[in-house]
């Protein structure tokens, strides 16, 4: 059974930072591709980030190019994202999402993941 957990969300001021972390169990991590998602009430699930498997290549919406980064530790079994510089506009839930061996060609969409976290609350706010 896979899992995953988010964990990091809050409430920031604009121009914070947050990480959240992705902690995953029941699987092998290392063969994950590993997405992360956020969603607002009334819109579709936005992608945010992906990772490969290894870490070695990764993908950025454009939206949050310069600000966000995206690692994995798969010594821990957990994933990352940095957020920094942060906008009102990224207020969402923000989602874990992991695919066995997904090609980053798709890795921004949420259909092809079967497993996804409970999600993690962010409010960027003054």
């Known amino acids: 059974q896979v899992q995953l957990a988010e964990s990091g969300g809050g409430l920031v001021q604009p121009g914070g930072s947050l990480r959240l972390s992705c902690e995953a169990s029941?699987?092998?991590?290392?063969?994950?591709?590993i997405g992360w998602f956020r969603q607002v009430p009334g819109k579709e699930r936005e992608g945010v980030s992906c990772?490969?498997?290894?870490?070695?290549?990764?993908k950025l919406a454009d939206s949050v190019k310069g600000r966000f980064t995206i690692s994995r530790d798969n010594a821990k079994n957990t994933a990352y994202l940095q957020m920094n510089n942060l906008k009102p506009e990224d207020t969402a839930v923000y989602y874990c999402?992991?695919?066995?061996?997904?090609?980053?060609?798709?890795?921004?969409?949420?259909?092809?993941?079967?497993?996804w976290g409970h999600g993690t609350q962010v409010t960027v706010s003054s």
């Open positions: 999402a992991a695919e066995k061996y997904l090609d980053l060609g798709a890795c921004h969409r949420a259909r092809p993941y079967d497993y």
């Open positions: 990772i490969s498997s290894s870490g070695d290549e990764s």
């Open positions: 029941g699987y092998n991590f290392d063969y994950y591709t």
